[in-house]
């Protein structure tokens, strides 16, 4: 079992340019689209939040049901769903402004235990910053770590909600010995001001890089270093594909046994090529349709 802890939101997607364009609600949240894409792919999954009981939640969670993703840890509050409005530039790609003041997702608090026979458990994006419960998902980031877990981290970085720049820096390289894979694309690594190796010395056994459509990387505690030109493909948009790579990897290792560090820097260069075109393979099949609309496992093979 993958358990993916962190926000579930509603997106609201322009149907076309210009500021005062009409809005398509779109169910989404950095986390919340790696789990819909672990239940698509196959993988055992389950989803760790707080969700609003509006409307906007209702369909958050039947989504999650269909996909056949467990949702017992998901906790309820009355409290709005936040909303997150995206402006998309010419070659597709997403910039978002969160309406998240109140919100039920920012009152998620630690639960006293994981679903049974958690492998794996995956963080990242606006639930790590929006306080009180990003201290809450840090916790339960150190306790699964502390447990002996697999822990993965896509920080995914929102920097209109990151009010203090240098102390999430900060708190983000306090989170690397608690973190077995960290994903992070090119632009969250220029954000952060790090490099891989300086990330692989604090604590991951690995860490990837995505490029876009220049495709991923890998860098790896033992010196390894692996990359893989991306996929071509018509892109309608880039909403939720970061998302499908986190997804991908962890289904990925999964399906080797390899949820654990040792087995992760076992992979060697054959291992994490195969692997690493399969998450590129998928992330381009989310980019060719509007939306967070990762591959079901039949469009994809691993």
């Known amino acids: 079992m993958i358990v993916v802890a962190g926000e579930a939101l509603i997106d609201l997607v322009p149907r076309a340019p210009g500021a005062l364009a009409a809005l398509t609600p779109a169910l989404g949240g950095g986390p919340y ?50 909303l997150a409005v995206a402006s998309l530039g010419a070659d597709g790609s997403a910039a978002y402004t969160f309406y998240v003041e109140g919100t039920a ?9 994981l679903p049974s026979g958690t492998r794996a458990v995956s963080f990242g994006t606006c639930s790590l910053v929006l306080e009180p419960g990003a201290s809450a998902y840090e916790e339960l980031m150190r306790d699964a770590a502390a447990r002996g877990l697999f822990t993965a981290l896509d920080p995914n970085i929102r920097a209109g909600l990151i009010a203090d720049p240098d102390a999430y820096r900060a708190r983000f390289r306090g989170w ?9 694309s090119e632009e969250d690594a220029e954000w952060l ?30 010196g390894g270093e692996y990359a893989v030109p991306g996929e071509r493909v018509d892109v309608v948009d880039t909403i939720g594909a970061g998302d499908t790579v986190n997804a ?29 075109r399969f998450a590129a393979r998928a992330a381009a099949v989310t980019c060719s349709r509007a939306g967070a609309e990762p591959p079901w496992a039949d469009e994809v093979a691993l």
């Open 33 to 82: 689209n790696t789990a819909v894409a672990l239940g698509r792919l196959g993988s055992p999954a389950a989803f760790c939040s707080r969700v609003s009981q509006d409307a906007f939640g209702e369909a958050l969670l039947e989504c999650l049901r269909e996909t056949g993703v467990d949702v017992g840890a998901v906790q309820r509050g009355t409290e709005p769903t936040t």
């Open 105 to 113: 997702d920012r009152l998620f608090t630690a639960p006293e235990a």
């Open 176 to 184: 690397l010995p608690s973190v077995s894979l960290l994903k992070l």
């Open 193 to 222: 001001g790090g490099t891989p190796r300086e990330w692989l010395a604090a604590g991951p056994a690995a860490v990837v890089v995505t490029r876009g459509g220049a495709g991923l990387s890998v860098f790896t505690r033992d």
């Open 248 to 276: 991908a990897l962890l289904h990925g290792l999964a399906a080797r046994d390899a949820l654990d560090e040792k087995a992760v820097t076992a992979l060697g260069r054959e291992g994490w090529t195969e692997l690493l």
